[in-house]
């Protein structure tokens, strides 16, 4: 072999500072010569190399990032965001299966119910599933990634947000697709949105003082609580929630929610270092 790279070349590149077309050259002739690959040794600094090693090391064992995550990534969420989603226990197969077993039992049974003039099973139990979702997706109790989400650079309201918003767009969009199963009750088969909003944001904020597990469950036990008192007070096939009355008390519920849980999102930073 005629030529070599110049050892202020070499040492240029284990520094990383050689530039095009040397850089292009000498990756080439390295690959095929063994002096100036000892040169190159000789020159390079021994601490840097080490961490290099550790660096493809930590990159050949990293986990490979799921079809979920990668997707995430692909349309601009930061990698952390999108790895905090995609452990999100509510987003796995197991839970949104359970969604799906969930509404489709409440619509055969609003089917086998024709004569009724609102698919009552659907809307009792569509208003529950985010309310759910949203209490498995934050807090050491049920979360087995909680670990993960405390030590994330991310604000605590913050992560809280975008576990919620995620829950939510997967549940809602499931029950969406099972309020088109029903087309026969028209847009009375949509009532079931609002309650839903209101009980989401209500135990969202009081999570913040009562914890995870117990806001929620509280908030689903009320909402049990009322439709038991509608139907024994109402005549009508139609629970008073889902009339024109009762849409416009969630409405409402959900909007002062929204402003309390604003009010108390600092709580939630605290909340991430206690254990529930």
């Not at 659907?122 to 997706?137: E, Q």
Request: proline share 6%; glycine share 10%; net charge neutral.
């Amino acid at each position: 072999m005629t030529w070599h790279v110049e050892a202020e070349d070499l040492r240029a590149y284990a520094q990383g500072e050689l530039a095009a077309p040397l850089l292009w050259s000498a990756d080439t002739h390295l690959v095929a010569c063994a002096e100036c690959r000892g040169v190159l040794a000789s020159v390079s600094d021994p601490v840097s190399i080490d961490a290099g090693w550790e660096r493809l090391d930590a990159e050949l064992d990293a986990p490979r990032p799921g079809l979920f995550e990668r997707a995430l990534v692909r349309v601009g969420v930061a990698d952390h965001i999108a790895r905090l989603l995609a452990a999100t226990p509510v987003l796995r197969r197991s839970w949104l299966g359970s969604v799906v077993a969930v509404l489709v039992m409440s619509v055969a049974a609003a089917y086998s119910a024709r004569n009724s003039a609102s698919p009552t099973v659907f809307l009792a139990l569509a208003p529950l599933l985010p309310l759910a979702g949203v209490a498995l997706s934050y807090g050491p109790a049920l979360d087995p990634t909680y670990e993960m989400a405390v030590v994330a650079p991310v604000h605590g309201f913050r992560l809280l947000m975008i576990r919620t918003v995620a829950v939510l767009a997967a549940v809602l969009g499931l029950s969406g697709l099972a309020t088109l199963a029903l087309p026969g009750y028209g847009l009375g088969a949509l009532a079931w949105l609002l309650p839903a909003l209101a009980l989401t944001s209500t135990g969202l904020a009081l999570s913040a003082r009562l914890g995870p597990v117990l806001a929620p469950s509280l908030v689903g036990g009320v909402w049990v609580a009322v439709l038991l008192a509608a139907k024994a007070a109402g005549s009508g096939a139609t629970l008073a929630p889902f009339t024109a009355a009762g849409q416009g008390v969630a409405a409402a519920v959900a909007v002062l929610a929204g402003g309390l849980l604003f009010l108390v999102r600092d709580r939630f930073d605290r909340f991430r270092g206690s254990a529930v």
